[in-house]
């Protein structure tokens, strides 16, 4: 087999494992009264099975990078994909709801695998077609938004075909073709740790590992107020965790994050509160306008998800279009030129306040996904040129982590803005938010340069 044909191929086995994640967010929110007659839930609890996935992917995605770098990305996107197709076999014949959630979040922590150990492997594959990196990592982008759009909408049709098992049980087949597709044509492993258990076990930093994600889960937890009665006493103990992590990370060699150098990385740590501050603003979107559109418009659920497929269509559009431009202009023109877009949206989300017709939600859903489009993949090749090839892994993990807390900070504030429900009142004080959020995404991108070679 010539190269061009298995790097295509290469790429369509990382792109089918990294858009599970996505999915599998995505799909889950349609089975949610099933789940509750099914196990006789009330809805707070049902919400379990959905952030549970939602915190063992965000704690999960640095650490399987990590683990990616020191034992090779293949490796562990084959593990990863392994784990998905066993979980998901036995999720449908968990007795409770519990051992549900579990399932949930090994489930995640297998699709977090994905990602990291793709990008790790995109400078191989890039190398070997002879391309530029942002190709195929615009390819498996696309491939992600694809998958968070059409989630609902498959979910909905194996919920009322099948039943919630089938949500689970059509994870089996597409990782198994991600893991054997990815075996058959990705790049081998170069060499990578080796040595004693005993040993690989203490140069892994497990006490640190522990403080990363307990500190992270802690925190997460407290924002989406997960255990009323407890938010404060959780973001207490997540920042008195956070604070001990630092102090034994910046002592133990080798760290689990070498956070000497991250900071020394100012290229990256821009990307990182660049990319944050921008989910932030996306996901007022994503997930305000359709309550606003609901609750304000009266429109039925199933017309506001139809409503809402402009915004990934056109994403997936735009994200072709800004790999050639920043193979043109460079990242950072098209950067820029992305969040200056994306501030002119969030201002004409203004008139919402005004108007819930059907042709002007249309126009600004579809205007929002080009923003998203053409950020999203020049952020992730900003990331990707900050850092060594022996880091990637762990990168795109925190990088992975930013897009959750940009959508954690989304979802406080809706919260903030809208306690009573979205209204066209509340939603004018998230127009605002978006615009000073826009703001700061624009300072930090000018700030933003490609680190030296």
Same mark, same amino acid.
């Given at each position: ?66 683990? @990616?770098? &020191?034992? %090779? ?5 084959? #593990? =990863?994909?392994?784990?998905? !197709?066993? +979980?998901? $076999?036995? /999720? ?33 594959? @890039?190398? &070997?077609? %002879? ?5 195929? #990592? =615009?390819?498996?982008?696309? !491939?992600? +938004?694809? $998958?968070? /759009? ?304």
């Amino acid at each position: 087999m010539s190269n061009k044909p298995r790097t295509g191929l290469a790429v369509a086995g990382l792109s089918l494992g990294t858009a599970l994640n996505p999915l599998n967010s995505s799909m889950i929110a349609v089975a949610l009264v099933v789940l509750r007659a099914d196990f006789g839930l009330d809805v707070a609890t049902v919400t379990w099975v959905i952030t549970s996935f939602y915190l063992a992917s965000a704690a999960g995605q640095p650490l399987m990078g990590r683990l @990616a770098d &020191r034992f %090779g990305p293949r490796r562990m996107f084959m #593990l =990863g994909m392994g784990t998905v !197709a066993v +979980t998901c $076999a036995l /999720a449908p014949f968990s007795p409770n709801f519990a051992l549900l959630c579990v399932d949930r979040a090994v489930m995640a922590l297998g699709t977090a695998t994905a990602y990291p150990s793709a990008v790790v492997m995109i400078g191989a594959i @890039a190398q &070997r077609a %002879g391309t530029e990196s942002s190709r195929p #990592l =615009g390819r498996i982008q696309m !491939a992600n +938004t694809s $998958a968070a /759009a059409v989630g609902p909408v498959a979910g909905g049709l194996l919920v009322g075909q099948v039943g919630w098992e089938a949500l689970f049980l059509v994870n089996v087949p597409l990782a198994l073709a991600a893991l054997f597709i990815v075996r058959k044509v990705a790049p081998a492993d170069g060499v990578r740790e080796r040595g004693s258990l005993a040993q690989l076990v203490k140069d892994s930093d497990i006490p640190g590992i522990a403080g990363f994600v307990g500190s992270l889960l802690l925190v997460m937890m407290a924002l989406l107020d997960v255990a009323p009665g407890y938010r404060w006493w959780m973001l207490g103990a997540g920042t008195a965790i956070a604070a001990l992590f630092v102090w034994r990370e910046l002592r133990f060699n080798p760290p689990f994050l070498d956070l000497r150098l991250l900071g020394r990385n100012r290229p990256l740590m821009l990307v990182y509160l660049g990319f944050a501050v921008f989910s932030s603003v996306y996901y007022f979107v994503f997930f305000g306008l359709p309550q606003l559109l609901q609750e304000a418009g009266g429109y039925d659920p199933a017309l506001v998800g139809l409503l809402m497929l402009p915004l990934a269509a056109t994403s997936v559009l735009a994200t072709p279009w800004a790999v050639r431009a920043m193979g043109k202009f460079g990242v950072r023109r098209v950067l820029i030129a992305g969040v200056v877009l994306l501030t002119l949206v969030a201002a004409l989300m203004w008139l919402l306040t005004g108007s819930l017709a059907i042709p002007l939600v249309l126009a600004l859903t579809t205007l929002m996904g080009i923003p998203y489009g053409t950020v999203g993949i020049a952020t992730n090749q900003g990331m990707f040129l900050s850092v060594r090839p022996q880091e990637r892994g762990v990168a795109a993990g925190i990088y992975q982590t930013c897009r959750y807390v940009g959508a954690i900070t989304a979802t406080v504030l809706i919260g903030v803005f809208a306690g009573g429900g979205v209204d066209q009142a509340s939603w004018g004080l998230m127009v605002i938010a978006m615009l000073v959020l826009s703001a700061v995404a624009f300072g930090v991108t000018l700030l933003w340069r490609q680190r030296a070679a």
